[in-house]
């Protein structure tokens, strides 16, 4: 059974910093693209970072670029989401998901499968 499992999530103040983990199992990691998708409280669930496997090409929403930033240990079958200048409106839900084939990696409706979430509060 595949499950992605995301970790690190938390309660920040607004210009810190957190680490977001995401653990795959049940899969061949390494042919899989991940994404990471958030929804903030009665918002619908948007993208906010991609990653390749082979060659490593990333993706950002653009409201996050230069502020987050998205790698993966294929040996650890584990993508990490780093994420700078945490702002109040990044508080959401952060999702994990992984995604077997195709070029479009921002719509969340073609991932195969994905985590149970964890959630980001960033207080002002």
């Known amino acids: 059974q595949v499950q992605p499992v995301e970790s690190g999530g938390g309660l920040v103040q607004t210009g810190g910093s957190l680490r977001l983990s995401c653990a795959a199992s049940?899969?061949?990691?390494?042919?899989?693209?991940m994404g990471w998708f958030r929804q903030a409280p009665g918002k619908e669930r948007v993208f906010v970072a991609a990653?390749?496997?082979?060659?490593?090409?990333?993706y950002y929403a653009d409201s996050v670029k230069g502020q987050f930033s998205i790698s993966r240990d294929n040996a650890k079958n584990t993508v990490y989401l780093q994420m700078n200048n945490l702002k109040p409106e990044d508080t959401a839900v952060y999702y994990c998901?992984?995604?077997?084939?195709?070029?479009?990696?921002?719509?969340?409706?073609?991932?195969?499968?994905w985590g149970q979430g964890t959630q980001v509060t960033v207080s002002s």
């Open positions: 990653i390749r496997s082979t060659p490593n090409i990333v």
């Open positions: 998901a992984a995604k077997k084939v195709g070029l479009v990696l921002q719509n969340g409706d073609l991932y195969d499968y």
């Open positions: 049940g899969l061949t990691f390494s042919s899989y693209a």
